[in-house]
């Protein structure tokens, strides 16, 4: 069974750093893209950032030059490095992940959830 662990929430002050991981595990051949999400309360789920296999990233606006997504392949691994963080960033963090399992298959996962909170 393939899933997505998620690790690294906190409560920070503003202006703080925290860094996310998001571990595959399971019969996993490769993992193609990973993106990070995030909801707060009353919101809609966005996108914060994205990594495609290639190694190409896409950020949304607000996070853009604050936050880093980045991979390591041989673990399986994603993470999101949030630096000066802001009250408006406080929200339940979510990775995502397309893999192709060993079976050839092309799946999509999501992992738990993580909450990070930012006070000011």
């Known amino acids: 069974q393939v899933q997505l662990v998620e690790s690294g929430g906190d409560s920070v002050q503003a202006g703080g750093s925290l860094r996310l991981s998001c571990a595959a595990s399971g019969s996993i051949f490769k993992v193609n893209a990973w993106g990070w999400y995030r909801q707060a309360p009353g919101k809609q789920r966005e996108l914060v950032a994205a990594?495609?296999?290639?190694?190409?990233?896409n950020y949304a606006d607000s996070v853009k030059g604050r936050f880093t997504i980045s991979r390591d392949n041989a673990k399986n691994t994603a993470y999101l490095q949030m630096n000066s963080l802001k009250p408006e960033d406080t929200a339940v963090y979510y990775c995502?992940?397309?893999?192709?399992?060993?079976?050839?298959?092309?799946?999509?996962?999501w992992g738990q959830g993580t909450q990070v909170t930012v006070s000011s």
């Open positions: 995502n992940a397309e893999l192709i399992t060993f079976g050839s298959a092309r799946i999509y996962r």
């Open positions: 990594l495609t296999s290639g190694g190409t990233t």
